[in-house]
Nanobody
């Protein structure tokens, strides 16, 4: 079992950068989980943003953030990060981190553990 707590969201202007974090706690080693970031905008379904494997060697991104966002993790700190650059108003959403015992895919249902989310708002 793992508990996830996101932080770092806020209100920024278009073109700004922001880094959100997700701290994990629990009995199971953080390095045994593949991690993902998802987001949900008002009135829309939750969508995949980025994922990272247990070791952090492999990362995956949705097309709409590729080249702007970077996912990383620090297993010593039990934390996964999402660095967001050149933010756009359409990036406004609640950002969730999620953990899976399996391979970190872009599919919501593959993740068993979820944080409560952190709001990111990008003004134009």
């Amino acid at each position: 079992q793992v508990q996830l707590v996101e932080s770092g969201g806020g209100l920024v202007q278009a073109g700004d950068s922001l880094r959100v974090s997700c701290a994990a706690s629990g009995r199971t080693s953080f390095s045994s989980y593949g991690m993902g970031w998802f987001r949900q905008a008002p009135g829309k379904e939750r969508e995949f943003v980025a994922a990272i494997t247990r070791s952090g060697v492999n990362t995956y991104y949705s097309d709409f953030v590729k080249g702007r966002f970077t996912i990383s993790r620090d297993n010593a700190k039990n934390t996964v990060y999402l660095q967001m650059n050149n933010l756009k108003p359409e990036d406004t959403a609640v950002y969730y981190c999620a953990a899976t015992n399996g391979f970190p895919t872009g599919i919501n249902n593959d993740y068993r553990h979820w944080g409560q989310g952190t709001q990111v708002t990008v003004s134009s």
